[in-house]
């Protein structure tokens, strides 16, 4: 499948505001009177990625993840849902520092951290990990390891 640039469909981006004063800075990762209608977080998790790292590219057929970003990322974003208007567009998302993005089922999706120091990612799904009691299958379908994956990052 041959990708085009463009936006997609369902992708939400927004600024993570940050409160700064003498003794550092807050900001509010999401607030129910702001989420999109019908999403709901589940669980969260944290996870550090050293500089010039990428993880996916994957895709998820049920779950939206919603990324808060802390660092310098390139997002790389795909649209395989064929009943989507934006089909087929691939989006590159430059320093997404303190951004959130909200990714929905079927945007395949990976970054890269573009910095030289770590950088942290708090992701907020709206489906448990292998689901409830971890005992269901993993809503994930990996392309980083398929040497012949249309996803390729620059």
Same mark, same amino acid.
Request: aromatic share 12%; hydrophobic share 30%.
């Given at each position: 499948m041959?990708?085009?640039?463009?936006? =997609?469909?369902?992708?939400i981006?927004? #600024?993570?505001r940050?409160?700064?004063?003498?003794? !550092?800075?807050?900001?509010?990762?999401?607030?129910? #009177?702001?989420?999109?209608?019908?999403?709901?977080?589940v669980?969260s998790?944290i996870s550090?990625?050293y500089?010039g790292?990428t993880?996916g590219?994957?895709?998820?057929?049920?779950?939206t993840?919603?990324?808060c970003?802390? !660092?310098?990322f390139?997002?790389y974003l795909?649209?395989?849902?064929q009943?989507?208007?934006?089909y !087929?567009?691939?989006q590159?998302?430059k320093n997404?520092?303190h951004?959130?993005?909200i990714?929905?089922p079927?945007?395949?999706?990976?970054y890269c951290n573009?910095?030289s120091?770590?950088g942290?990612? =708090?992701?907020?799904p709206?489906?448990?990990y292998a689901?409830?009691? &971890? &005992?269901e299958p993993? #809503?994930?379908?990996?392309?980083e390891?398929d040497p012949?994956?249309?996803?390729?990052?620059?």
């Amino acid at each position: 499948m041959k990708f085009k640039d463009g936006e =997609i469909e369902g992708v939400i981006i927004k #600024d993570l505001r940050l409160f700064s004063d003498h003794r !550092g800075w807050l900001t509010e990762l999401y607030r129910d #009177d702001e989420l999109p209608q019908g999403f709901k977080p589940v669980m969260s998790y944290i996870s550090l990625t050293y500089p010039g790292v990428t993880r996916g590219p994957h895709e998820h057929k049920e779950q939206t993840d919603y990324f808060c970003f802390f !660092g310098d990322f390139t997002l790389y974003l795909w649209d395989r849902r064929q009943d989507s208007p934006t089909y !087929g567009n691939r989006q590159v998302l430059k320093n997404v520092r303190h951004k959130i993005v909200i990714v929905p089922p079927g945007v395949v999706h990976a970054y890269c951290n573009t910095g030289s120091t770590d950088g942290l990612v =708090i992701n907020l799904p709206d489906r448990l990990y292998a689901g409830w009691g &971890k &005992k269901e299958p993993v #809503d994930e379908i990996r392309y980083e390891d398929d040497p012949n994956s249309p996803y390729k990052m620059e």
